[in-house]
């Protein structure tokens, strides 16, 4: 695949070769923005063709300079170099994966769009590029459904298939109810009430299809004909629009999901759950594994209880971000959300954090009134309850089982309602076994339990939990980022992430810092998880690696220390390595000083730098 590359002072970019005649220079609104000294705001025009592509200068400052001569039009052969100030043109050779988004970024409004707009148009949405196959596919499937000799997909498979043709963010079918709308099945972000208020009332008739805009979002709403049927809506990313054949495409998937005429439509009113719509906490991904569709599906079912809630996974899953969905689409929605890391805080210390202290309990002693009592009327999360002192877990016993806080110089005890969501990374009914955890309380904390999958068993999320990820620390760095490509997404796919979440979000920040503005994130942005991949270092490998509570070592024995060092030279080796040997900015990759990076390279590396 011919790609036009473009050799700045301190970067390099990559860009596939437009199909279109497209403009190229330093101002934002070109289609190639090329921010590099010397180059004109306007500084010339790209015109593709069949042998090479051609360069018109644009009465540039600068021109366009082959071995020291300016010309006005260029033709660009491949080996041929053309100079716009400091930046050096090419025309070279790259593997498709290295150019072909695999996921498309939403765009910062704030920022301008960079070099690789003019391959492709920015369509504000984090899937992948839907290709004429699967629309033709899902047409198909709604137009055959219910005929002799074809399988039925479910309903909430074709809601899924739908909402990626279209490149929407919420496809979701709705009920009328005595109280109002209410969303029954949902593919994507569940639409808010918002949303649902600002749709046309129900007029007991057939209506066709209509296009609304909400706030600063684009839908598509068709309504019920009768209090039995259903009414759908589909929702654009922010600041998208639908095309126009898309327009026609809905307008025939919505009339089959929602005609009772047809059998589709008759079997999707019967089928659909009615569970209550989950309302995702901010920075959430809602993920579309089987992993994650099932552990959002149980909560759906029971979270409109008031039982006490255990979610156990590994560290950097997201379970406080599942504490609280739990929380924000429960009953005590409307209370405080109090945390409470009991690994943070000091055992002496803890009780009175939990349970308050009253004034004048002892000299020098402020009154406190305690999380339990500040999460009155909503949600106490206990977070690293496994690391709650074996001295302090009876009172906190007597607390779940009587709904009544005994604050430390108290007279007596003061009730409350608070609902406790415990969160831990370790198996507590092992420990509860080995008389590490008391096990009358373990079974009161697990009224209802939730295990959040690692990283490694829902790889399906690993490209929108990118996308969001680097649209995060893309707006954090002031920086635009075009989207990953499919050689970077199959590397990072082909990690384990022994971190989990936590970690990919730490790869995905580094790689933006690295990437240049408007280009794609490929995969030597990467390069630390390109080396453990590699090396074999995945997570399956570091999880043989770890020793586990109540492994033992062997009679081979096992150095802490030899493990430390061994993991530090790596690490230290991975970021000079990807900083080309610049200490400042390896230091920077490694979250510590230059001194402290330089201290360290002495120490592990006397006989010279591991490069």
Same mark, same amino acid.
């Given at each position: ?77 491949? #080996? ?65 459904? #219910? ?465």
């Amino acid at each position: 695949m011919r790609c036009l590359v473009i050799h700045g002072e301190d970067e390099v970019l990559r860009f596939p070769v437009p199909e279109a005649e497209a403009r190229l220079g330093s101002d934002p609104s070109n289609d190639l923005v090329v921010q590099v000294a010397g180059v004109s705001r306007f500084h010339a025009r790209l015109v593709p063709d069949s042998l090479a592509p051609r360069l018109f200068d644009l009465d540039s400052k600068n021109g366009l300079v082959v071995n020291g001569k300016r010309y006005r039009e260029v033709a660009l052969f491949p #080996g041929l170099i053309v100079h716009a100030g400091a930046a050096r043109l090419s025309l070279e050779d790259g593997a498709t994966s290295d150019f072909e988004i695999a996921v498309e970024f939403a765009r910062q409004p704030d920022h301008p769009l960079r070099p690789s707009e003019a391959s492709a148009p920015v369509t504000d949405t984090i899937t992948s590029s839907p290709t004429g196959r699967d629309a033709l596919g899902l047409l198909r499937d709604l137009n055959g459904f #219910g005929k002799e000799g074809r399988p039925k997909p479910g309903t909430d498979e074709l809601l899924e298939r739908l909402r990626r043709v279209l490149g929407a963010e919420t496809v979701a079918l709705l009920r009328e109810s005595p109280s109002g709308r209410e969303v029954v099945l949902a593919s994507g972000e569940a639409p808010d009430s918002r949303a649902l208020s600002a749709l046309p009332a129900p007029s007991g008739a057939k209506g066709s299809l209509c296009f609304l805009d909400i706030g600063d979002t684009t839908g598509a709403f068709q309504p019920s004909c009768s209090p039995d049927a259903l009414a759908a809506l589909v929702l654009l990313p922010a600041g998208a629009a639908f095309a126009p054949w898309q327009r026609e495409f809905l307008g025939f998937s919505l009339d089959h999901l929602t005609d009772t005429r047809n059998a589709l439509a008759r079997e999707v009113a019967i089928s659909v759950p009615r569970h209550r719509q989950l309302v995702l906490p901010e920075g959430m991904v809602r993920g579309d594994s089987i992993a994650m569709r099932g552990l959002l599906s149980q909560i759906a079912k029971t979270v409109h209880s008031r039982i006490d809630v255990l979610i156990h996974g590994e560290t950097g899953t997201g379970k406080e971000l599942i504490a609280q969905l739990i929380h924000a689409s429960g009953p005590t929605a409307g209370g405080p959300f109090v945390a409470i890391n009991c690994a943070a805080i000091p055992a002496e210390l803890l009780e009175s954090e939990l349970f308050g202290v009253r004034a004048r309990v002892a000299t020098g002693v402020d009154a406190q009134l305690g999380r339990i009592l500040d999460a009155n009327g909503g949600t106490l999360l206990l977070d690293e309850i496994g690391e709650m002192p074996l001295s302090l877990q009876p009172k906190l016993l007597r607390f779940l089982q009587e709904r009544e806080v005994h604050s430390i110089g108290a007279s007596k005890p003061e009730k409350v309602n608070v609902r406790v969501i415990s969160i831990s990374n370790r198996d507590l009914l092992e420990d509860s076994r080995a008389g590490r955890f008391r096990s009358d309380l373990f079974y009161r904390l697990r009224g209802l339990q939730f295990h959040v999958p690692p990283l490694r068993d829902r790889k399906e999320d690993i490209a929108g939990l990118v996308a969001a990820l680097a649209a995060r620390a893309a707006e954090e760095e002031g920086k635009q980022i075009r989207g990953i490509s499919r050689k970077a997404l199959d590397l990072l796919e082909a990690y384990d992430w022994p971190g989990n979440v936590r970690e990919l979000q730490a790869e995905v920040h580094r790689a933006v810092l690295f990437c240049p503005a408007g280009a794609l994130l490929g995969a030597e942005h990467f390069k630390t998880v390109d080396w453990a991949v590699r090396q074999g270092r995945s997570g399956s490998a570091a999880e043989r690696e770890t020793l586990r509570p109540g492994q033992h070592l062997g009679g081979g024995g096992l150095e802490l220390r030899d493990r430390v060092v061994k993991l530090e030279k790596e690490m230290i080796a991975a970021a000079l390595a990807e900083t080309a040997g610049n200490q400042t900015r390896a230091a920077k990759i490694l979250g510590i000083t230059r001194n402290g990076l330089a201290l360290k390279l002495a120490r592990l590396f006397p006989s010279g730098r591991p490069l």
